[in-house]
């Protein structure tokens, strides 16, 4: 329930940070395409997921797991900390 209720919170400061960039024109498609990123990015992990197990070792599914997740969060604190 506590997981549910941060996850929750994450949406509507999303689309106020995404709204805030893009124009009321074309923006319909513009968010289509950002909502994607979720399909997409769940298909990519179950490969990359899928092959580091079968080709390596367990471990490096949640290491790499982590260090994308590390690096997206770093990246995403500097690029909104530098459009304020």
């Not at 689309?15 to 319909?28: D, K």
Request: glycine share 14%; hydrophobic share 50%; charged share 10%.
């Amino acid at each position: 329930m506590v997981a549910g209720f941060a996850q929750a919170t994450g949406w509507p400061c999303v689309l106020a940070v995404i709204t805030s960039w893009i124009e009321r024109n074309g923006r319909g498609w513009k968010m289509g395409v950002w909502n994607a990123h979720s399909t997409v990015g769940n298909i990519i992990g179950s490969l990359l997921a899928a092959f580091l197990n079968f080709s390596l070792w367990l471990g490096m599914v949640f290491s790499c797991s982590g260090g994308k997740c590390c690096i997206g969060r770093v990246a995403r604190f500097l690029l909104l900390d530098s459009q304020s």
